[in-house]
Each structure stands twice: as C-alpha cells, then as structure tokens.
C-alpha cells in the first residue's frame, strides 16, 4: 500500500468532517498544486534535474519558502536515489510522504496548552489585518462550546474601532469582555482582565493586542509589558503565545513571524484565510523554517471554520486530485 493510501485510511471514520473541511478549504491551493504536479509529471516521465528543477518552481509559487524548497528538494533526490525510483509518476507518493514527516514533527504540540487546574491565559499578537480580532472572537466561542467559560480581553487600544468590533464577538459568543476607553494603556486592561478573571474562576483568558508593526520598537516594548502583568499576576501564564497570520501574505507572513518571536516567544501560530489563496504552502514554509507549530486555520467566514490544525487532513485536501486519475484508473483495471 502506497503512502497515499495509508494517509487515507488514518482519516477515515470520526475525522471525515474535519478532512472534508480541509479538501474544501485548501481548494484553490489544490486547483494549483495538483494541475501544476500532473503537468510536471505529463512532462517529464523520468527523474532528472530538470523535473527536479521544475518542482522547486511549482514549490516555490506555492509559496513553501526558498529555504524548505531546497530542504524538500534535497531530500526527494536522497530517497529517488535510495529507493531506485526512475518514473516521476512513482515519486508523487514519496513527495507526499516527505512533505507528511516535515509537517507531522509532533502532533501534540499542535494541541493548545490548557491549565487543567486553574487560568489559563492565551496572548493573541499579530499585525493589524490579519484577522486576530475576529479569531479571537472564533476561538472563544470554540472553547466555550468545549465547556469552558471565557473571559475577553480588549487591550487592542489603540486602533479604532478594535474595542468595538471585540465586543460584538463577545455579544456573539455569549462571553464578557474587559475593556478600558479607547488609547488606555493596554497592560492596565490585561491587570484588570487577569483580576476579573482569577475572581470569577474563568478556565481561560484570551487577550487581544495591538498590532502596530510600523511602530515595531513600541509594540514590541507593550508586549513584554503586558507579559509581565500575565506573568505577576499568574506565574505560569501565559501558556500560549498565539501569532495570527494572513495566508494570503505569503512570505510576508512568514517575516511578521520572524520579527514576533523575537519579542513575544511565541507558542503556535494561527493561519487564517487559507481557504481565500493559492499559496497554502505557507504552513510547511513556516513549520520548517521557524519550528513554531500551526496550531489553528481559517478555513472560511462562519464561526466554526477556524478548524485546529491536522496534518493528515492538511496533506489529503492538499494531494486528494493528484491521486484521484490513479484511483479511478485502477478501479477501472
């Protein structure tokens, strides 16, 4: 049984609706990919450097990163070498299998780091227009519908209309947000949240931030202030350090990210609007490159599409038409 095949048959059953959310999420990456892929394959009917060239081009317009394409590269020629593969169409399982490993690392730390024993409380940094605010509103109202209770933060002063458009979420949600008047001093709002907080036993704390990136010095300065509140106020805390991205910035994305770990260390990153690109290759690129885990995806508008990552059904919604004119021409046999 080839790859493919035994990546299928780990999401079959309980995760069907997941992996149908990310086939239908990661369309337009696959449109591209896929078409791209089987042209290459139709082109070159053996292994060379020049179908290997070709695939770092493909790679590279998916937006994967120079860095992991020459990672991924080097490593396809290691295992067509060791394995004797002469036909490209023999080595779109293996180019499956080694995209799986650079994703699949550790599947446990793609799981959020929740105190089973008391607050938890999760930083959500990021640039402005990445989508933090309205993820932040999603991810209350997926832990809520967990079982917990949820506590907002609006330390997002500065820009306006962020109080506002937090609360909406809240109202949405059902879950109470903290909040100061417009250019208050965001630590203050985060003291006052943790307190509000610690006295009404919430199970967690999600905190929005600026996300200033043009004033790089002062945000980063704000955020390692609103840290050590978290940190005085909750030795432990924060257990995540949450960076949202925009998908659809490409490399972009993956330089916000390099600038944020430097000052906030973050935990995991969330990636949203992956269903509105085509270069969804972006999460390999940041997951080898950076070593920091995607741990959510958007994967559309409605409440319920900032989906936690899956790597298996990531790679299937990725790879699920470059398989299917050899499942139906096997069925055909």
């Known amino acids: 049984m080839n790859f493919f095949n035994k990546l299928k048959n780990r999401i079959t059953g309980s995760t069907t609706a997941v992996t149908d959310k990310f086939k239908d999420g990661l369309s337009k990456t696959r449109q591209s990919f896929a078409e791209g892929m089987n042209n290459l394959v139709k082109r070159y009917r ?44 023999m080595l779109k ?15 446990e730390e793609t799981k959020l780091n929740i105190n089973p024993s008391g607050l938890t409380v999760i930083l959500m940094v990021g640039v402005n227009g990445a989508g933090k605010t309205t993820t932040i509103g999603k991810l209350a109202g997926r832990l809520k519908n967990e079982g917990k209770t949820v506590l907002l933060a609006a330390a997002d002063t500065f820009r306006a ?15 109470d947000v903290i909040k100061h ?25 999600l905190c929005d931030t600026a996300g200033r990136l043009q004033n790089k010095v002062n945000l980063m300065k704000e955020l390692e202030k609103i840290k050590r509140v978290i940190t005085r106020e909750c030795p432990g805390a924060p257990q995540e350090v949450l960076l949202v991205l925009d998908a659809t910035t490409g490399q972009n994305a993956l330089n916000q990210a390099k600038l944020f770990r430097q ?43 900032l989906q936690a990552f899956d790597a298996d059904a990531f790679i299937y919604g990725l790879f699920s038409e470059l398989f299917q004119a050899d499942d139906e021409a096997s069925q055909s046999e």
């Open 161 to 175: 209309g962020a109080i506002d458009q937090l609360q909406v979420w809240g109202d949405r949600t059902g879950v």
């Open 263 to 305: 000052a906030s260390e973050v935990t995991g990153i969330v990636l949203t609007k992956l269903d509105g690109t085509a270069k969804g290759g972006i999460v390999l690129g940041i997951r080898n490159e950076l070593n920091i885990p995607v741990k959510f995806v958007g994967l559309g508008e409605q409440l319920n599409d």
């Open 181 to 205: 008047q417009e250019g208050s001093d965001p630590a203050s709002v985060v003291f006052d949240a943790m307190q509000a907080a610690k006295s009404r036993k919430v199970d967690v704390l």
């Open 93 to 107: 399982d293996v180019i499956v299998e080694v995209l799986s490993e650079f994703l699949t690392k550790s599947k």
């Open 46 to 89: 053996k292994v060379d450097e020049d179908f290997f060239d070709e695939l770092e081009e493909l790679l590279i317009e998916s937006d994967v990163g120079m860095t992991t394409v020459m990672d991924l590269v080097d490593r396809l020629k290691d295992e067509s070498r060791t394995r004797n593969i002469k036909d490209t169409a």
